[in-house]
C-alpha cells in the first residue's frame, strides 16, 4: 500500500453503512490515491490542452487529421489486439444508470451487453456514484436484488445476464467529495478505480476481464493516458495485460480526425468504438461554436441520414474494421408508446435507424428501453445472416473529406422547436439536479448529451443573431419571454404539486444564464454540479 499517496487523499464523502465502508475500504482506497498520484497533474494537462484547442477554433481553425500522426494513418500494417470471445458478440447493447432497479432490469433484457453509466446517464451525486458501485459489485457476484415497496415486486437476476460494461466519468468531470491534497479528484479515476478494485476477481473467475466503456475523448493523447492507466492498474495487481478492454466512444468532433489514432495508442487494450451521435451533435455545435457559417438547425431535424452524421458512420466502421475492432452504432432514444398510432410510428423509426446502421457495416446497436431490445436485434440479424458480428465488412473505397464531416445541414429554425427545446432542456436539468440522469421525455430516454445540445442550439443563435424562419430575429429577450412562459406550460404539465415540490425556478435562471452567457460553458454539468 502506498501510505504516502493515501495520506494525501481524504474522504468527505458521508459513510452512510458498511456497503459504503466496504467500497472505501482501506485497500481500494490505497490504490485510488495512487491512480491519483501518478495520473492525476497529467489529467489536468490534457484537460488545458482540450481549451488551448478550442480557443483555436474558435478565431477560426478547422479540425481536421493532424500532420505529425499520418505516419500512423498510412501504416495499413498494424492492429489492435485480438477481441476476447465474451466482447464478440453485441449486436444489441442497452444503456443506463446506475439505479439498482434498473441494473437488474437492463441485465435481463435480452439484450447482449448492459453499459451501465456513472456518467450522462446518471446525476453525480455521492450516494449514486458509491450505491451505482456497491449495485454492480452485486451484479457481478449474482447476488443483485432488489424489494420495489410501491409495486410489491421483486427483481432478481436471471439465469443468463447481458454482459456488463462500465462507463465512468468523462476526463472532465470532478467528484468533489474526494479530495487529494485539498483538490478534488477526478471522477472517472473513482469511478474506474473502484469498479475495477471490487470486479476484477469475480469477473477472472467467470472467465471475463474488466470492460470499460470510455467517454468523451478528444485527442490521442488523452486515448494514451486512459491505456497507461490500464496498464498501471494490471500491474499494480499482477494481472496479464488486455484483462482490462475499453470501447471508446467517439462522441466529440475533434476525435473523429483521430480515430486511427485512439485506436493506435490503446491497441493493447481497445476493442471497439462506438458513435455516440448526441454527444458528437452537441460536440459539433460547441467546438464551431463562433463559425457563423456551421450553424445548425433544430436539433428535432437532425437525423444519422445528414451527410456529415453519415460520413461519421461511415469513417468510424472503415477505420475500426481495418485495425480489427468493432464499429458499434448510436442509440436509439426511443421508449413505447401505449397508443398504437404511435407505437406504428416508433417502431418504423428504430427500424429505418438500425437498417441503416446495419448496412454501414456496424457490427451492433443501442437502445435505451428493454422493450425495443427484440426489434434492433432482429433488424441487425436480418442483415446479418447468421453471424455475430460483420468485422469482415469491407466499406465502399469512397473518399471522406473533412469537408463533409464539417458540412452543416440545413433543417427548420421556428418558434415550436425553440419552445420543445427549452422544455426538454428544463425537464432534464431539474431532474438532473435532483439526483436523476436518466429521465423519459415527450416519447424519448434522455440523458445530459439532450439538454447539452439543446441549450448548445439555443446559445448559438443568439450568439449569431440568427432570424427564424418566420423571419423573427432570435435574441436573448425573445428567448426569455419564450423560457418563462414555457415555464409556466411545464407547470400546467405537471400540477402545482410537483411543481413547487421541485427546483423548476432555480432550473430556469440556470438554462437562462447557460443560454445567454458571453463564456460558452464547455459542459452544463460543470456549473450544475454545485445544485445537486
Wanted: with cysteine.
Amino acid at each position: 500500500m502506498n501510505t504516502t499517496a493515501a495520506n494525501r487523499l481524504n474522504v468527505t464523502g458521508a459513510m452512510n453503512n458498511r456497503d459504503y465502508q466496504a467500497i472505501l475500504s482501506e485497500e481500494a482506497v490505497a490504490f485510488l490515491s495512487t491512480l491519483v498520484e501518478h495520473f492525476g497533474d497529467r489529467r489536468d494537462q490534457l484537460l488545458a490542452q482540450r481549451d488551448i484547442k478550442q480557443a483555436a477554433y474558435d478565431k477560426g481553425e478547422l479540425p481536421g487529421f493532424r500532420s505529425d500522426t499520418e505516419s500512423i494513418r498510412n501504416d495499413k500494417s498494424w492492429r489492435v489486439n485480438p477481441i476476447p470471445e465474451p466482447l464478440l458478440d453485441r449486436r444489441v447493447e442497452i444503456t443506463g444508470p446506475v439505479d439498482r432497479k434498473m441494473v437488474i432490469n437492463a441485465l435481463n433484457s435480452g439484450a447482449k451487453v448492459f453499459m451501465c453509466c456513472f456518467e450522462d446517464a446518471s446525476a453525480p451525486t455521492w450516494a449514486n456514484m458509491i450505491e451505482g458501485q456497491i449495485n454492480l459489485r452485486d451484479a457481478n457476484l449474482g447476488t443483485i436484488s432488489h424489494y420495489d415497496e410501491n409495486k410489491d415486486k421483486d427483481y432478481k437476476l436471471s439465469s443468463d445476464p447481458a454482459l456488463l460494461i462500465a462507463r465512468p466519468r468523462g476526463l472532465h468531470l470532478p467528484e468533489k467529495s474526494i479530495v487529494f491534497d485539498g483538490k478534488p479528484i477526478a471522477g472517472c479515476l473513482m469511478d474506474f478505480a473502484l469498479y475495477f478494485f471490487h470486479n476484477h476477481q469475480s469477473r477472472a473467475d467467470k472467465g471475463l476481464g474488466v470492460y470499460y466503456y470510455i467517454p468523451k475523448l478528444e485527442s490521442m493523447e488523452e486515448a494514451k493516458w486512459w491505456d497507461d492507466v490500464f496498464a498501471f492498474t494490471e500491474a499494480y495487481f499482477g494481472v496479464p495485460t488486455g484483462t482490462i478492454r475499453a470501447t471508446v466512444l467517439i462522441e466529440t468532433l475533434p476525435a473523429v480526425f483521430q480515430m486511427d489514432e485512439i485506436l493506435y495508442a490503446m491497441k493493447d487494450h481497445i476493442v471497439a468504438m462506438n458513435c455516440g451521435r448526441w454527444d458528437y451533435i452537441f460536440s459539433y455545435i460547441k467546438t464551431l461554436k463562433n463559425h457563423q457559417d456551421r450553424i445548425l438547425p433544430d436539433r428535432h431535424g437532425i437525423g444519422m441520414d445528414q451527410a456529415f452524421l453519415n460520413a461519421y458512420s461511415q469513417l468510424l466502421v472503415r477505420t475500426c474494421h481495418a485495425r480489427g475492432a468493432l464499429a458499434m452504432g448510436g442509440m436509439s432514444a426511443f421508449i413505447p408508446a401505449k397508443e398504437p398510432q404511435e407505437m406504428a410510428r416508433v417502431t418504423a423509426k428504430v427500424i429505418e435507424d438500425k437498417q441503416r446502421e446495419s448496412q454501414n457495416g456496424h457490427d451492433g446497436t443501442w437502445v435505451a428501453h428493454p422493450a425495443l431490445v427484440n426489434l434492433a436485434m432482429s433488424t441487425f440479424d436480418e442483415h446479418l445472416k447468421g453471424k455475430i458480428n460483420q468485422l469482415d465488412f469491407v466499406s465502399p473505397d469512397t473518399e471522406i473529406t473533412p469537408e463533409t464531416l464539417l458540412e452543416p445541414c440545413e433543417g427548420t429554425r421556428d418558434e415550436a422547436g425553440v419552445r420543445k427545446n427549452i422544455r426538454i432542456a428544463l425537464y432534464y436539468i431539474e431532474a438532473w439536479i435532483q439526483g436523476q440522469g436518466c429521465v423519459p421525455i415527450y416519447g424519448l430516454m434522455e440523458d445530459a448529451a439532450t439538454a447539452e445540445i439543446s441549450r448548445a442550439n439555443i446559445w448559438q443563435w443568439i450568439h449569431h443573431g440568427i432570424t427564424l424562419d418566420d423571419g423573427q430575429p432570435f435574441t436573448a429577450e425573445l428567448f426569455h419571454t419564450w423560457l418563462y412562459q414555457e415555464l409556466n406550460t411545464i407547470q400546467q404539465e405537471v400540477g402545482d404539486t410537483r411543481y413547487y415540490a421541485g427546483r423548476f425556478n432555480e432550473t430556469a435562471d440556470l438554462f437562462y444564464e447557460l443560454s445567454t452567457s458571453k463564456q460558452f460553458a464547455s459542459f452544463l454539468t460543470l456549473p450544475s454540479y454545485s445544485l445537486l
